[in-house]
């Protein structure tokens, strides 16, 4: 139990007494509040430490370490992880060039996942629009029909899109029986098939939170802008739009993020020919057995992650105080 | 009112609106004409379910009529867009645009025209003085008390300079005292405006002190249109009787002439009939509670059932020898419970045409 602490001094008289001792009082109170408080926190701080923050700083300092021949790490400290992302070391004399291979990786990762981003939130926002504006009892039905695809594994969803998109898939094979095409279209193995990979995983993301903005949405507010004057287009983009934005924010913050960071979805829609940060990273703790250069890649998609988060809170941020 | 007060500028022509279909077909309205004079401010009084709201979102557009049409300033418009309307809609809960200020929301509707920004702006400050809210520009409007947001929402129908100003119900959210400066203060705004205004409510008292003219609808009907004094004092329907203030409804016998009624009692009166209509034998008459007098020398004889003293006067409930009972307004003292009295009656008494 939380011991009160003894009032520094003997009770005073008056009213000033009474200030004093209330002052007191209200110290212990607060006092016992704020230890009752770390007590209910206790068990998540212990997750996020754990969990969170003790596997972060083992990356952080395998990261600066020596790989081991066969995995693992040599304590030895290094920067070679970081030089690595960006020079390529020659094999002969040992001195470093400037090499884009990793950074056009990283461009390529954040290129899908932005398209993706814009992509879902393209397809979900008439979708989620369409869901809100339903009568009350049926939305939780066409809720679950989004979520239904959550209900199967995503590698097997990711190989039934496979499966459609291939040479020999159903899209192939019915347009070359219409005799629209004579070969099939290379779909399977390109950035195209990664990206529809990606919209099809990550856009109930989208839709949900969407929805959750939607739903709130007073349609007296849209008759009103109608009456003002606002065509549709005007509606969406001065009511609508911003009305939604903490959802779209928050849409477009599951989609991304996941989307960055992507394994599955490329390596089988992508083949594993043109990698994806996530792939690099899987790729280094694998067959290249670079425990530190893995380490040091993982790290820099953590800071690209929250400099990109940090620069759209300020943004949406901003907005909101113009409006 | 100006000298073009006698044109019209809506016309709704027969217009029906249903809503769902077979077993669950609702006609919200049916078969409607009125005619809604410049510069007038017309009210569209009844109970919940009558129709009126429809028919004002019928005017601004919200919804379309299943049949008729509706003429604003002489051009058909029953089927355009909200948004191609020169009418603008005061809601009942205001529906203010939470993430823009005042100014913004005054300015709406300007900048949808996309009128240039020194109109706008120019507008924004001619409406905010208007509605003496100048010093509040820059709140959002989730920072305003009810009356203020009320000051806003008017500010933003009024700033592109309509034709007509719906308002549908603007004063139900506000305190008895506030909707009273609001009524002053709406009535104000209509004669400086001179823009026509169609005020929608269920508040009989409301409609009475504001209105040029009042329809009185019920179950998808207007029942009767005309200035307040008239809808009072010559209630043309049963319904228009009882809804507007205290009334009582006696049986009579109507002479083929129809200037002549004979109450239940063989009291015979002068009869004034609802305009246009000839009517004649078994007929109800009504007769307002302050239209009626103790009287040594009236005419209607009864005993007094019941007295019920409410401040300024009582209202004296009297059983009439035909077994009716009427409802007398005494200003001064009232006779006792039991007491015989006699009645005057008004000069003529109204027959309602049902």
């Known amino acids: 139990m939380v011991a009160l602490p003894e009032p520094q001094s003997q009770p005073k008289r008056g009213a000033e007494a009474n200030a004093a001792n209330l002052a007191v009082a209200r110290k212990a109170i607060e006092g016992g509040a704020r230890r009752r408080r770390w007590q209910l926190l206790s068990p998540s701080m212990i997750v996020i430490g754990v969990f969170g923050l003790f596997p972060l700083t083992i990356t952080l300092i395998y990261s600066f370490l020596s790989p081991g021949n066969f995995g693992g790490v040599t304590w030895e400290f290094t920067t070679d992880a970081y030089v690595q992302f960006l020079f390529e070391r020659d094999i002969f004399d040992d001195t470093l060039s400037f090499s884009t291979t990793y950074l056009s990786i990283y461009g390529r990762s954040i290129g899908l996942a932005f398209g993706a981003t814009v992509g879902a939130l393209l397809i979900g926002f008439p979708m989620a629009y369409f869901i809100a504006s339903k009568p009350p009892e049926q939305r939780n039905l066409w809720l679950f029909l989004i979520t239904l695809p959550f209900w199967t594994n995503l590698l097997i969803r990711t190989y039934a899109i496979l499966l459609i998109i291939r040479d020999e898939g159903i899209i192939n094979v019915s347009l070359q029986g219409m005799g629209l095409i004579d070969a099939p279209l290379g779909m399977l193995y390109t950035d195209g098939a990664v990206f529809l990979g990606l919209i099809y995983s990550y856009l109930p993301f989208m839709v949900l939170p969407l929805y959750a903005s939607l739903e709130k949405l007073d349609f007296k507010l849209v008759e009103a802008a109608y009456d003002l004057y606002a065509t549709r287009f005007q509606v969406l983009r001065h009511i609508i739009v911003p009305m939604a934005k903490p959802g779209i924010v928050a849409g477009c913050i599951l989609v991304f993020i996941p989307g960055l960071g992507a394994y599955i979805t490329p390596e089988l829609l992508g083949g594993g020919k043109e990698l994806m940060i996530g792939n690099l990273i899987a790729l280094q703790f694998g067959g290249s057995r670079n425990w530190p250069f893995g380490s040091a890649a993982a790290l820099i998609l953590m800071v690209v992650v929250m400099l990109s988060l940090i620069v759209y809170v300020r943004y949406a941020g901003k907005e909101r105080a113009h409006g | ?354």
């Open chain 2, 1 to 354: 009112m100006s000298e073009n007060s006698l044109e019209t500028m809506i016309l709704a022509d027969s217009v029906t609106k249903t809503f769902g279909q077979g077993d669950s077909l609702v006609r919200a309205l049916d078969d409607v004409s009125v005619a809604i004079r410049k510069n007038e401010f017309f009210t569209l009084l009844g109970p919940s379910g009558c129709g009126k709201t429809t028919l004002l979102r019928l005017i601004a557009g919200f919804e379309l009529p299943s049949k008729g049409t509706i003429l604003l300033d002489g051009q058909e418009i029953g089927h355009l867009p909200p948004y191609k309307r020169p009418v603008n809609t005061v809601f009942q809960n205001y529906a203010l645009f939470p993430h823009m200020s005042v100014a913004r929301n005054i300015g709406f509707g300007l900048e949808m025209q996309g009128r240039p920004k020194a109109e706008v702006d120019g507008a924004i400050d001619e409406m905010l003085a208007l509605v003496q809210m100048e010093h509040l520009a820059g709140r959002r409007t989730d920072q305003l008390s009810g009356g203020q947001q009320q000051r806003v929402a008017l500010a933003r129908a009024l700033a592109p300079h309509p034709k007509v100003l719906l308002l549908d119900e603007p004063l139900s959210a506000l305190d008895l005292k506030l909707r009273k400066e609001m009524q002053i203060e709406l009535k104000r705004l209509q004669s400086e405006t001179g823009i026509t205004f169609v005020f929608v409510t269920h508040d009989q008292e409301e409609a009475l002190t504001m209105s040029d003219r009042i329809a009185v609808m019920a179950a998808g009907q207007i029942l009767q249109v005309g200035p307040p004094r008239e809808i009072y004092t010559q209630p043309a329907r049963r319904f228009v009787a009882d809804f507007i203030g205290d009334i009582n409804i006696l049986e009579a016998d109507l002479a083929a002439s129809g200037k002549e009624v004979t109450l239940q009692g063989g009291l015979k009166m002068p009869a004034q009939l609802p305009e246009g209509l000839a009517l004649s034998g078994r007929v109800s008459v009504a007769i307002r509670p302050e239209d009626m007098s103790f009287d040594p020398k009236g005419a209607m004889r009864g005993t007094v059932s019941n007295v019920v003293y409410f401040g300024v006067g009582s209202n004296v409930h009297v059983a009439l020898p035909s077994g009716e009972d009427v409802t007398v307004r005494c200003a001064g003292v009232a006779p006792e419970k039991g007491a015989e009295v006699r009645i005057k009656l008004p000069a003529a008494l109204q027959v309602l045409a049902d």
